[in-house]
């Protein structure tokens, strides 16, 4: 398979070298929520694909969750150092070259990455993280909606998806393409929270095997 623009380590180290910490040092309303979440259900050990600086991830450490994570941008994992800590394990890699090893997690957040990927790397990565998950282990995506005011601009790719700007492409979601590439991962809630965009918050627990 090969790695969309999106995924490219040269766009990322460009973004992170020029912007360095461009989202701040606040999480994420999303992590927050899935933070409360995982906490409710006892979940200890977290993947997080596409850490970044490690921005959303120190919310989930300061409440006894370990984590581990993936990042395409060296100078990304750079910065997670230098901010978090070089205790953390991070693997440096494209989401797409999932897995990077045999874990089991029992839990999986990942914030703002699925929709910048095509149809088979959703459908990859999606795989890829429920197989990664313990039994009885939860997975939380957020993913930008057709709510958005980016919806429809740009260039047209495919159905619901745009290159909007700087060469960003996104798939734009709705209830309909969140239940046909989650159902069959155990999908149990969506719901609607908003940051920059407005966003799904999608929820799945493992209790079934995954169905190609």
Sequence with gaps: MTTSENETPEFWEKSFIEKQEMWGFEPSHSATLTKDFFVENTVKHILIPGIGYGRNAQIFRENGIEVTGIEISKTAIEMARKHYGE??????GSVTEMP?????????????????LDSAERKKLIRDCYNHL????????TAISKEAHTY????????????????V?????????????????G????????????????????GRNFTT
């Design 169 to 185: 492409s996104m798939f734009f979601y709705d209830k309909t393409s969140i239940q046909a590439e989650f159902d069959e991962v």
């Design 87 to 92: 205790e953390m394990t991070i693997f440096h």
């Design 100 to 116: 990077f090893d045999n874990s089991q997690y029992d839990g999986i957040f990942c914030y703002a990455l699925i929709h910048l």
């Design 187 to 206: 999908l149990f809630e969506i719901t609607e929270v908003t940051e920059n965009f407005p966003f799904f918050l999608i929820k799945c627990r493992k």
């Design 134 to 141: 313990s039994e009885d282990g939860y997975m939380v995506f």
């Design 152 to 167: 429809g601009k740009g260039n047209f790719i495919s159905k619901d998806r745009y290159e909007i700007f700087d060469g």
